[in-house]
């Protein structure tokens, strides 16, 4: 069992996406924070859109619709990313669970705007099936700085010759870009970096 130290210290961060990795290291250390974007399918740009508009897109019900997930569940799709929702496929009633999932949304959209003003979280993205450019990491930086100059996000990408899992090194004042190893199953928890993640989180929140 990981020390209560670790949970509190993990709830501390805020997933932005791209997929659910950061939602599972945060498990890991006994940490559930509700969070909007803790397990989503969700790309560079639809972050970007979405931090643009304060995730406007979501706010009507009619912009969201369930997709199958990969597990025999459904996700809910919206305008610029999906969402896991834990829901066996012919469990439920979909026209029941689209409203309950879009009223959570709702709850969840306020309590990451509220992250977003109050800047005491560090942030997180890690890239998933694409890679991020550094104009990609700047602009997501310049999004979130919007809403505090105070935020701090972590922008992380898979590892490669020269950047070693576990390092992270300033872009700017409150912009990291840091590395983690690459693995296809990633989403099991099983296989997520647990170390590597460990020594960013760690770097970043002691001030880089």
């Given at each position: ?69 990969p597990n ?90 020269g950047c ?45």
């Amino acid at each position: 069992m990981n020390p209560p130290q670790d949970q509190a210290f993990y709830q501390g961060f805020e997933s932005l996406g791209a997929n659910c990795e950061f939602g599972l290291v945060q498990r890991y250390h006994g940490a559930e924070p509700l969070g909007l974007l803790r397990w989503p399918a969700i790309a560079v740009e639809g972050l970007i859109a979405s931090l643009e508009n304060e995730f406007a897109e979501i706010q009507d019900i009619a912009n969201l619709y369930l997709i199958p997930g990969p597990n025999q569940d459904w996700d809910v799709q919206t305008p610029n990313f999906s969402l896991h929702l834990y829901a066996k496929i012919g469990s439920v009633d979909t026209e029941e669970l689209l409203k309950t999932a879009h009223k959570r949304i709702q709850f969840l959209r306020r309590s990451l705007l509220e992250t977003l003003e109050d800047a005491e979280k560090i942030l997180v993205f890690k890239e998933w099936q694409f890679r991020m450019t550094d104009a990609d990491i700047a602009r997501m930086g310049a999004c979130v700085k919007k809403y505090n100059p105070a935020n701090r996000l972590i922008a992380v990408r898979l590892s490669s010759p020269g950047c070693e899992p576990g390092t992270v090194t300033e872009v700017e004042p409150g912009l990291w870009s840091g590395y983690v190893e690459w693995d296809a199953k990633v989403s099991a928890a099983d296989n997520v970096p647990i170390a590597s993640w460990e020594k960013i989180c760690r770097t970043v929140a002691n001030g880089g």
